[in-house]
């Protein structure tokens, strides 16, 4: 088991992304994220358009309507876990941050129990929350269980989230991301998200920690 405080270190000799770099990435992974159910839809419109027997239509009516809802859960998830939704003041209600979460992740083998309530946090932080959330989720190829739990002051923001699963892995480059230790070779598409969260925690000075142990992650902060 290891426990290890998420703080930055010199970036490489590469130097670190620019915000150029950084907004092209993050808009990368949006691209990514998007496609496969996208081209999912395209391809059940082309089934519905040529063919005629009616058991081959209703399945690619069920194609085009799964891959649509995901589409539109993922674009609602990142709208405000990436993107820049509300004034720059704004308070998000935790309960609907874990609406947003829980669609994200429906229909995978990873299953949600979102504690924490209606409270309202700051813009910043309601983001962090998700994608420490996505992050914890990420950390379960085989799926598990994702357990998200704030302090008991809802007024002061902090979380716990733990990720329990049969096969728990937390990839070293996803580390030294958390930590801010990136260079232009070491982030990309993928990498961009954790990195994100290190950003995040930064910027809400959050102290952010990774613990993993024998099933199971957690991330912490506050």
């Known amino acids: ?8 270190k010199p970036p490489s000799p590469q130097g670190p992304l620019t915000e150029i770099e950084f907004a092209a990435l993050l ?13 999912a839809v ?28 995901q589409a539109l859960a993922r674009i609602q998830f990142m709208r405000i876990a990436f993107g820049a939704a509300g004034s720059a003041g704004a308070e998000l209600d935790l309960a609907e941050v874990g609406r947003l979460v829980s669609g994200l992740l429906a229909g995978g083998k990873t ?16 983001k962090l929350l998700m994608n420490a959330t996505l992050l914890a989720a990420d950390c379960l190829p085989r799926g598990g269980t994702v357990t998200v739990k704030i302090g ?8 716990h989230i733990r990720g329990t699963g049969s096969h728990v892995r937390v990839a070293e480059d996803v580390q030294r991301l958390l930590r801010g230790e990136s260079s232009l070779s070491a982030v990309d598409a993928r990498g961009v998200q954790p990195f994100l969260t290190h950003k995040l925690s930064r910027t809400v000075n959050a102290g952010l920690v990774l613990d993993q142990g024998e099933g199971f992650v957690e991330v912490t902060a506050g």
């Open 42 to 69: 395209v391809n059940g419109m082309e089934v519905l358009e040529d063919e005629r027997d009616a058991e081959m239509r209703a399945d690619a009516i069920r194609l085009v309507t799964s891959s649509a809802e």
């Open 111 to 126: 299953m949600l129990a979102w504690e924490t309530g209606s409270a309202y946090w700051p813009k910043d932080w309601a």
């Open 1 to 8: 088991m290891f426990a290890q405080a998420l703080d930055p």
């Open 152 to 159: 008991a002051d809802a007024g002061v923001p902090s979380f």
């Open 27 to 39: 808009v990368s992974r949006v691209c990514h994220d998007l496609v496969g159910p996208l081209g």
